[in-house]
């Protein structure tokens, strides 16, 4: 069969992970940048991203180490050539899968971040009292309290449909990762706050309805082109909660608080899947990494249970 251009084969196989995994916009753009990268760079050294042996492939990974990058990064685009090459073999583009012997740098296990349940109190404190007028501080709390009792990702949190939030329920549904549902329980607070927000909102829409605009269908509407708060407008509103509550804002981002969600969980003695469930994680090994939390605690409770650690006996 005719050889396949690299810019159209790299095309083809975004279009089908899209296609048949549902995969996100921000995924799709890393997988294509990687895919680019490594194209150009085999163009460079008299092959195509279609040919290369697994040499060439070998020889690119070194060259990555050579530039400096870090560990996660090349990790990150070996399994994007991976995926490619898989996929190339089950075309039958290729006879052959040239990673498949090749084994990457590997990704550092990286505990995350955390607050302490005294610094997200603090963080919810204020954002109820941050913002220009009422409005803005009721949509602030509503924000904040939604994330803390959810364990949402940022974009999940900013899209959330208004409809998802009416009636008052006690369990929200979102669309997470690969278009998949799943089932969050809404805390007490986190209805309160979400109660008051659709006061405010629902009157500017009706505001903005009565001026001939059209009305929008996010929880949190915003003027840009998506028609809801940005992920990074969020993220700079994290940064400044963090500084008026007197934390560091280069520790704190919408991600940390999503920690804290499921560190404070588990510490709470939740079970590991339940958390896995609620994070809307494919793979229980991305949960297991919240267990570090429990060191320190099941360490007290040995020491303070076990009968080797309370001394010998005195004779009566």
């Known amino acids: ?129 941050h913002g220009a007028d009422t409005a803005t501080k009721a949509r602030n709390a509503c924000l904040f309290e939604l994330l803390y009792a959810t364990g949402l990702r940022v974009t999940e949190l900013v899209s959330l449909p208004d409809k998802a939030l009416r009636g008052a329920p006690q369990m929200l549904m979102v669309r997470g990762k690969g278009g998949k549902d799943r089932l969050v329980p809404l805390s007490d607070p986190a209805r309160a706050a979400v109660a008051v927000w659709l006061q405010h909102r629902d009157k500017s829409e009706e505001l903005a309805r009565t001026s001939g605009k059209a009305a929008s269908r996010f929880l949190f509407p915003a003027r840009g082109a998506k028609g809801h708060m940005t992920r990074e407008r969020f993220h700079g509103l994290v940064k400044e909660v963090a500084l008026r509550a007197n934390l560091d804002p280069t520790r704190v981002s919408p991600h940390v ?25 494919a793979d229980l090994s991305s949960t297991e990494i919240y267990t570090h939390v429990l060191d320190e605690r099941l360490r007290s409770l040995v020491m303070q249970h076990h009968p080797l650690t309370r001394g010998p006996k005195t004779a009566d």
């Not at 090459?85 to 550092?108: Q, V």
């Not at 608080?257 to 994680?281: E, S």
Request: proline share 3%.
């Open 1 to 129: 069969m005719p050889e396949i251009s690299d810019a159209r084969s790299i095309s083809t196989f975004l279009d089908a992970i899209a296609a048949e995994h549902g995969a996100a916009r921000n995924t799709l753009l890393a997988y294509g940048r990687d895919l680019g990268h490594a194209a150009d760079w085999f163009a460079g050294h008299a092959t195509a991203l279609g040919r290369a042996k697994s040499d060439d492939i070998e020889a690119y990974l070194v060259s990555l180490d050579a530039e400096g990058l870090a560990r996660a990064t090349r990790a990150r685009r070996l399994s994007s050539l991976k995926q490619f090459y898989r996929f190339a073999y089950d075309e039958g583009w290729r006879k052959d899968n040239p990673t498949l012997r090749i084994d990457g740098p590997g990704r550092a296990v990286r505990l995350p971040g955390t607050l302490t349940e005294a610094e997200v109190a603090a963080m919810l404190e204020v954002a109820r009292d």
């Open 257 to 281: 608080l999503r920690h804290a969600f499921a560190t404070h969980l588990l510490a709470g003695g939740a079970d590991l899947r339940v958390i896995q469930t609620l994070l809307g994680h």
